[in-house]
């Protein structure tokens, strides 16, 4: 059995969430910093068996680019030359840190737990991963 990973990407930092293996619940792993993302996967999916892997796609609300969906691309590319097995699945990320911040507020975190956007970013890796699995187990 092999888990489904979530990544919010961005240009700083990137929030990643990943299923049980059984693909039942969502969980947020953590928050790393972009540059640093291919390592931090690259060691990820050696020790984990990963069978698919979810990216937040960004696009404006008229469908169109945003100004971060060049970047989505470009790592997308990059990710597919290194692991090209491993199927990547673009999703749509409008209104996850939205959704991220409303779950916070939810949870009763303080005011300075919810400015930290590495968490903001792991919770919508998160959302993406659930509404996934909502949609398609």
Do not use: C, W
Request: charged share 30%; glycine share 4%.
């Amino acid at each position: 059995m092999a888990r489904i990973m979530a990544l919010d990407y961005g240009m700083k930092r990137t929030g990643i969430a990943v299923t049980d293996p059984l693909k039942i619940i969502a969980t947020g792993l953590t928050t790393v910093d972009t540059p640093k993302l291919m390592d931090y996967l690259k060691d990820y999916l050696q020790r984990e068996q990963v069978e698919r892997v979810l990216i937040g796609y960004p696009l404006n609300l008229d469908d169109t680019h945003t100004h971060a969906t060049p970047l989505v691309e470009k790592f997308i590319e990059t990710f597919t030359k290194l692991y090209p097995a491993m199927p990547v699945e673009k999703v749509d990320e409008r209104f996850t840190s939205k959704m991220a911040k409303n779950a916070m507020l939810e949870m009763g975190l303080r005011k300075k737990q919810r400015r930290d956007k590495g968490l903001v970013d792991e919770i919508a890796a998160t959302i993406m991963l659930q509404d996934h699995l909502r949609n398609h187990y």
